[in-house]
Structure formats: C-alpha cells, structure tokens
T-cell receptor
Framework: DAGVIQSPRHEVTEMGQEVTLRCKPI?????LFWYRQTMMRGLELLIY????????DSGMPEDRFSAKMPNASFSTLKIQPSEPRDSAVYFC??????????????FGPGTRLTVL | GENVEQHPSTLSVQEGDSAVIKCTYS??????FPWYKQELGKRPQLIID?????GEKKDQRIAVTLNKTAKHFSLHITETQPEDSAVYFC??????????????FGIGTKLQVIP
C-alpha cells in the first residue's frame, strides 16, 4: 500500500482565495482525520470521519473551513476565503478499527499551505 | 475536553545519554497514550503506545511509563543516537462510550542528540 496520499504537497495562495486540500486514506481504514500543525499550537485535530460520516468537527476553527468525505477513498478540506493565519501544515491521517490494543494513526506527508 | 501538557519543549543530550520527556493529562477517563516521532520535514509516526491497564512498556531502547493516579506518563530513550533527533509528541485518548474518540496531542518536544 502507498500509505496515506495528500495533494498538493505545497500550496501558496493569496488571501481571499479558495484552497482545497485532498486526501486518499489507506484502503480499508475506517477513520480519517484532518490535523493542522503550527509551531504555536502543535498538532490540532480539525475533524474526523468514521465510515465517511463526520463524527467530531469541534476543532474546525470557523465557518471558513469545511470538510467532506464523499466516499471511502477520498476526502477534502476546503478553506474559503483563506487568510494568512491559516498558513500551516495540514495532515490527513487514517486508522483502521482498533486492533490488539493499538489505535495507531497513519499520517500522510502533509500539505504546507502558505497564504500571502 | 482532554488537555495534554508536555515538557520540556526542547531537550539536548549527548549521544549515549538518556532522554526523558514527560506529559500530564487532565481527563481521568483517558485510557490510551501513544507517542509519535516526527523527523524534520516528515510525517508523525507512532513509536510506542500504552494502555491504562499497563504501568510500563518497553521496546528496545524506548520505554513508556504511566502513573494513572498522578495522571502523567513519560517517554524514556536510552543510549540515544543522532537518528533519535526529532520532535516527539505525546497524546491521550479518553475512553469512549462507544466508537472512537479523538486523540489530543501535546505541544511536542524537540530532541537534539549531540554526537
């Protein structure tokens, strides 16, 4: 398996533009997570899905952020309109059902977003 | 919700020495505590985890200890090597009534192993 795939790897955009980040989880995984990483706040969970259904979106900073998972192999995180404070590395992670006591999350390579 | 505090934020050790990173959590219902390692420019990867019914777990040079009463857990790396240099994140997951619950991460500790 290729692991969790994210695109694009780098995104530079101007304030006010729409940004769409994409994620393909590991096949067979039931859970998908979106995280934001910054120096000041570390790894923050934005939202997670179970079997394509959003379970907890309490980490989504505001209405400018939205996430979808139309099927088991694809998810998007959209920011509209983008602001400079959204600049961060966004990670997607997936996880299978708990097994053997482990709840390991498998992270993608991340998307480095810069909003000018 | 769960709050995880981690310290120190940075740690420098000489190669061969031990390194200890400490975390505390707030939710007494948390029952799963993973540690992730993130090398520069790379993705976080799980290195070890422990459940609340276990007090200590070892995997070669890495060990994690858990004190449920005090609500703190620690990562111990012995005989450190330059390749151990990375940012380490602790995390805690509260026990859920059913289904999965979100994991809360600490702020991270940047470990530098000096050759």
């Amino acid at each position: 398996d290729a692991g969790v795939i994210q695109s694009p790897r780098h995104e530079v955009t101007e304030m006010g533009q729409e940004v769409t980040l994409r994620c393909k989880p590991i096949s067979g995984h039931d859970y998908l997570f979106w995280y934001r990483q910054t120096m000041m706040r570390g790894l923050e969970l934005l939202i997670y899905f179970n079997n394509n259904v959003p379970i907890d979106d309490s980490g989504m900073p505001e209405d400018r952020f939205s996430a979808k998972m139309p099927n088991a192999s694809f998810s998007t995180l959209k920011i509209q309109p983008s602001e400079p404070r959204d600049s961060a590395v966004y990670f997607c992670a997936s996880s299978p059902l708990p097994s053997g006591g482990s709840l390991e999350q498998f992270f993608g390579p991340g998307t480095r977003l810069t909003v000018l | 919700g769960e709050n995880v505090e981690q310290h120190p934020s940075t740690l420098s050790v000489q190669e061969g020495d031990s390194a200890v990173i400490k975390c505390t959590y707030s939710d007494s219902a948390s029952n799963y505590f993973p540690w992730y390692k993130q090398e520069l420019g790379k993705r976080p990867q799980l290195i070890i985890d422990i459940r609340s019914n276990v007090g200590e777990k070892k995997d070669q040079r890495i060990a994690v200890t858990l004190n449920k009463t005090a609500k703190h857990f620690s990562l111990h790396i012995t005989e450190t090597q330059p390749e151990d240099s990375a940012v380490y994140f602790c995390a805690a997951r509260p026990r859920g009534a059913g289904g999965y619950q979100k994991v809360t991460f600490g702020i991270g500790t940047k470990l530098q192993v000096i050759p």
